[in-house]
């Protein structure tokens, strides 16, 4: 009888515990052939039940009582029960490192025969823009040797950690940098939550503005807005002049402003425009590279306005029967994982729902669409405007969800100032916070207003 690496495999998670444990989380039914990936299927089935290996006995009767099994794939079964039931003692390493090759060569060959279904139009979930995803993925299998942290073992390598001066994209507001330890981490997505008009893009374009000034190479991608209009807001924010006085300025002190604020800085600026809708992660990581090829430009921190226009580089576009949640929830995660992949931090934002429009006191559950995005994203926070602080010239931010730092309560609620003809953002003395409470208490759902008790005019 012809033994080969599938049954070789099949034998050892039968009667090689030590061996089971390290591979079954990385072996995959559809790896298998046949009456292989029938009897893998019965295998971890057992020891997920019992949390032990079978006996031949017990792993016959199973077998019988099963209704997967026709009667050529029973026959073969009990044909090579004896064999696959006989202990043999392999050389550990040697066996690690073949069923990782197998798993991998495996994992390619299914990728591609799922890319000749996408490329036919019969798969039912993906389109072609997936493609890359796919393949990727499928190269991607590895066993992780890694067994986890020694808790009290490794306590220099945790000691090392904590006092480690992670690399981070600082604000130019105190109040942000404080919430997020002195900014925001590269392989992170970072959401604003906003309704419309209250300022989610004039909030990234003075972000991107800051950090350029900071000498951070900054890519800003937009769907909304044209490449021009996010400019004209960067403007205003750097050259210190009102949006609608652009115009108005000489060619000669237009270009002398640029200029000086182009000497002050060594970090470069690439606004993006892409059509409404789409253009998604796949589209996005072209874009970098092709930068990375032609300009040696790689960014420090990446701007998307905003993601709910984004589309799916996985997802077949909405209509079908995909939802909203599955939707956006896969474009978060498309977006986190282009993060990851660059190591830049990316910034996006999102609208809050019809009902969170008028919210004086939004949460994760205003979140337009779906709530997959806010249990994806590593920081998220509100921008609420209202008539007193309209008045004031100032925005409220409500942290909403923060990995950075567990300390939410003391800054859960601050006011930042707001000057929207300059598109600029600022500091403002702690004499000048308008918000040191929550809204009024005793309020039900659905009747929370937009006035605080403790806003006062400075």
């Given at each position: 009888?012809?033994?080969?690496?599938?049954?070789?495999?099949?034998?050892?998670?039968?009667?090689?515990?030590?061996?089971?444990?390290?591979?079954?989380?990385?072996?995959?039914?559809?790896?298998?052939?046949?009456?292989?990936?029938?009897?893998?299927?019965?295998?971890?089935?057992?020891?997920?039940?019992?949390?032990?290996?079978?006996?031949?006995?017990?792993?016959?009767?199973?077998?019988?009582?099963?209704?997967?099994?026709?009667?050529?794939?029973?026959?073969?079964?009990?044909?090579?029960?004896?064999?696959?039931?006989?202990?043999?003692?392999?050389?550990?390493?040697?066996?690690?490192?073949?069923?990782?090759?197998?798993?991998?060569?495996?994992?390619?060959?299914?990728?591609?025969?799922?890319?000749?279904?996408?490329?036919?139009?019969?798969?039912?979930?993906?389109?072609?823009?997936?493609?890359p995803e796919i393949l990727q993925n499928a190269l991607a299998v590895c066993f992780d040797n890694n067994v986890g942290h020694d808790y009290l073992e490794?306590?220099?390598?945790?000691?090392?950690?904590?006092?480690?001066?992670?690399?981070?994209?600082?604000?130019?507001?105190?109040?942000?940098?404080?919430?997020?330890?002195?900014?925001?981490?590269?392989?992170?997505l970072n959401i604003c939550l906003a309704g419309t008009g209250v300022g989610k893009s004039l909030f990234m374009c003075h972000m991107a503005a800051a950090a350029l000034a900071q000498g951070r190479n900054i890519l800003y991608i937009t769907m909304e807005m044209a490449e021009e209009r996010i400019a004209e807001r960067i403007d205003a924010n750097l050259l210190n002049v009102p949006i609608d006085q652009l115009e108005n300025l000489s060619q000669k002190m237009f270009t002398d402003r640029v200029r000086k604020v182009a000497s002050g800085t060594t970090g470069k600026m690439i606004i993006k425009e892409y059509p409404t809708g789409a253009a998604h992660s796949g589209h996005f990581r072209a874009l970098l590279n092709e930068l990375k090829l032609k300009k040696k430009f790689t960014p420090d921190v990446v701007f998307i306005d905003y993601l709910n226009i984004c589309s799916s580089a996985r997802m077949k576009s909405m209509g079908g029967a995909i939802n909203s949640y599955t939707y956006i929830k896969a474009i978060a995660e498309e977006l986190r994982g282009l993060a990851v992949e660059f190591n830049v931090p990316i910034m996006s934002a999102t609208q809050t729902t019809r009902s969170g429009f008028g919210n004086s006191d939004p949460g994760l559950e205003d979140t337009s669409e779906s709530f997959g995005l806010p249990a994806t994203a590593d920081l998220m926070f509100a921008l609420i405007s209202n008539e007193e602080l309209a008045g004031l010239g100032q925005i409220m931010v409500k942290q909403l969800k923060n990995r950075y730092n567990d300390a939410t309560g003391a800054n859960e609620r601050f006011v930042i100032g707001v000057d929207r003809s300059k598109m600029r953002l600022y500091d403002i003395d702690e004499t000048q916070q308008t918000l040191t409470a929550q809204p009024e208490q005793g309020m039900f759902e659905g009747q929370k207003t937009n006035k605080f008790k403790d806003i006062k005019i400075s």
């Open positions: 009888m012809k033994i080969d690496l599938e049954q070789t495999i099949l034998r050892n998670l039968l009667t090689n515990e030590p061996y089971l444990r390290k591979v079954i989380p990385h072996l995959k039914r559809e790896y298998f052939e046949g009456v292989y990936a029938l009897l893998f299927s019965e295998v971890t089935q057992f020891v997920a039940k019992y949390n032990k290996l079978p006996t031949i006995e017990s792993f016959k009767i199973e077998i019988d009582e099963s209704e997967k099994f026709n009667e050529q794939n029973y026959l073969h079964a009990i044909d090579i029960m004896p064999t696959i039931f006989q202990y043999s003692e392999e050389n550990e390493e040697w066996l690690l490192d073949k069923t990782e090759k197998w798993c991998q060569d495996r994992a390619v060959y299914l990728a591609i025969m799922e890319s000749i279904q996408v490329i036919d139009g019969k798969h039912d979930l993906y389109t072609k823009d997936a493609l490794d306590i220099d390598e945790r000691y090392r950690f904590y006092h480690e001066q992670e690399e981070r994209i600082p604000f130019d507001l105190d109040l942000f940098n404080k919430i997020t330890k002195g900014g925001l981490p590269n392989k992170t």
